[in-house]
C-alpha cells in the first residue's frame, strides 16, 4: 500500500477528490451497514426490558457480552484485513450476521436466544463499520481520491445513520409494536445484502506490509507508542463526549427545569452542526493539519462542557448544543485520519484501534455518568468531562514526539 501521510503534513488536496461511481456506492453501502446496526443497538435495551419483561441488570450482561465480542471481532477483521484478506466475505460476514439476527428476534425473541446466540451475531455485524473505513480509505488511496476528504465523507454517513436510525426505530416501535422494528431490520437487512454483491469488488484486498528487518526494538516501541497514544487520545475525547451527551437530557429536564422538548432540540443542532463540521473539514484541511485540528477540538470542548453545565434558559442551550457540534465534529472528521496516519502498512489494525478506542470511551462516558450522577448530580457528570477532555489534550501533545518516527517510515 501507499505510504501513510504523516500526521502533520495531512493537507489534501480537493482537485484530488473528485469522486467516482464506485467511490459514492461505498458511502452508501457504509451508510446502510451503519443504519442497520443503529437501529438495534440503543433499542435491544429497551426491548429486553419492555418486551422480555427482564430485569435491568439483564441489560448489562447482553451489553458486556456484546461490547467484549465486538471488540475482538474488530480486532480480527482489522488483522484479516492487513493480511491481504479479500474484503468481499468480510463484509458478507457481518450483513448475512445481522440478517440472521434479526430474522431470529423476529422469529424467536427470547432472552436465552439473545444471549446465547443474537450476541455473537451482532458482534460481526459491528466490526463492519471498522473494516468499512478501512476498505474506504484504502480504495481511495488507489484511486488517488483526497484520504481526508474521503475520510469526513466516511465520517459522515457513519454520523447521518446514527442520527436518524435510533429515532427511527422508537418511532416505529411506538406506532405499530417492537416486533416491526425488527421486520424493518430485516428488510434493510436485505438491502444490505444486495449493495454488498454489487458495491464491493471480488477481488479487492490491502497489500500486505511486511516489517523491515533493519527496524529494531526501540524503534518499534516508539512507534507504538504514537499509534496507541493517538488512539488514547480519541478514547479520552470519546469518553468525555459521551459522558456529557449521557448525562445532558436528565440535566436539562430534572436540574435546569427546562421544557421536555429541551434534550430533543439540543441533539437536533448539535447533530446537524456536526454534519456541517465533517463535511466541511477538507477545506480546513488544506490549511491546517489533522493534529492542529484535533488541538482546536480539544480546546473548544472545554469551554462547551463548562457552557452547557451552566445552562438554564434555551437561548444557553443552543449555544451550548451548537458548540458541542462543532468540537465534536471536528474531531469527528479528522481523527480516523489521525490515527491511521500512524499505521504505515497496518491500516486494519489502526482502523480497528481507532473503532475499539471510540467504544470503550463510549462505555466508559457511560458507565461513569450513571456513578457520578447518583453520588452527585448530572451537573458534576458534565463538569467531570473538563478533566477528562483536559487528559485528551495532554496526551495529544505528548504523542507529537511521534510524528517524527513515522516520518521514517517504520511499521507498527
Not at 469526513?152 to 447521518?160: A, C, N, Q, V
Amino acid at each position: 500500500m501507499p505510504r501513510p501521510q504523516k500526521p502533520h503534513a495531512e493537507k489534501a488536496s480537493l482537485e484530488n477528490a473528485s469522486l467516482n461511481r464506485q467511490a459514492y456506492l461505498i458511502l452508501l453501502l457504509l451508510f446502510t451497514g451503519v443504519f442497520c446496526n443503529a437501529m438495534i443497538v440503543p433499542f435491544m435495551g429497551f426491548f429486553i426490558i419492555d418486551e422480555l419483561g427482564r430485569d435491568p441488570w439483564e441489560i448489562s450482561i447482553y451489553v458486556g457480552l456484546v461490547s467484549v465480542l465486538s471488540l475482538l471481532m474488530n480486532r480480527q477483521f482489522g488483522e484479516r484485513f492487513d493480511k491481504g484478506a479479500r474484503v468481499r466475505p468480510l463484509i458478507a460476514i457481518s450483513a448475512i450476521a445481522f440478517l440472521t439476527a434479526t430474522t431470529t428476534l423476529s422469529l424467536s425473541p427470547s432472552y436465552g436466544v439473545i444471549i446465547g446466540f443474537i450476541s455473537i451475531c451482532f458482534s460481526f455485524s459491528n466490526a463492519s463499520t471498522s473494516l468499512m473505513y478501512s476498505f474506504g480509505r484504502a480504495y481511495a488511496e488507489q484511486q488517488g481520491i483526497a484520504i481526508t476528504t474521503y475520510n469526513s465523507y466516511l465520517r459522515s454517513m457513519t454520523s447521518s445513520a446514527w442520527m436518524i436510525a435510533p429515532a427511527l426505530s422508537f418511532f416505529i416501535a411506538g406506532q405499530w409494536g417492537n416486533s416491526f422494528v425488527f421486520y424493518t431490520a430485516v428488510s434493510l437487512a436485505f438491502l444490505w445484502v444486495i449493495l454488498w454483491f454489487f458495491v464491493v469488488p471480488s477481488d479487492f484486498t490491502a497489500a500486505a506490509k511486511e516489517p523491515s528487518s533493519e527496524q529494531n526494538s526501540s524503534e518499534h516501541k516508539s512507534l507504538n507508542q504514537g499509534l496507541w497514544l493517538a488512539a488514547a487520545a480519541c478514547l479520552f475525547i470519546s469518553g468525555a463526549h459521551i459522558l456529557t451527551s449521557a448525562a445532558l437530557p436528565l440535566y436539562f429536564t430534572q436540574e435546569a427545569n427546562l421544557p421536555t422538548y429541551a434534550p430533543g432540540l439540543a441533539f437536533t443542532l448539535k447533530c446537524l452542526t456536526e454534519v456541517a463540521v465533517i463535511l466541511l473539514i477538507p477545506y480546513a484541511m488544506q490549511k491546517f493539519s489533522a493534529r492542529t485540528a484535533l488541538y482546536a477540538a480539544t480546546l473548544i470542548a472545554m469551554p462547551t462542557f463548562y457552557i452547557l453545565s451552566q445552562v438554564d434558559s434555551l437561548p444557553q442551550l443552543v449555544l451550548g448544543a451548537v458548540l458541542e457540534g462543532l468540537y465534536y465534529g471536528i474531531f469527528a472528521g479528522v481523527s480516523i485520519t489521525f490515527v491511521q496516519s500512524f499505521a504505515n502498512g497496518r491500516l486494519g489494525r489502526a482502523t480497528s484501534l481507532y473503532m475499539n478506542s471510540l467504544f470503550l470511551g463510549g462505555m466508559m462516558g457511560n458507565v461513569s455518568m450513571g456513578l457520578i450522577a447518583s453520588a452527585y448530580s448530572y451537573q458534576t457528570a458534565i463538569q467531570l468531562s473538563l478533566v477528562i477532555i483536559t487528559i485528551a489534550l495532554v496526551i495529544l501533545i505528548a504523542s507529537r514526539r511521534s510524528d517524527r518516527v513515522v516520518d521514517r517510515g517504520l511499521s507498527v
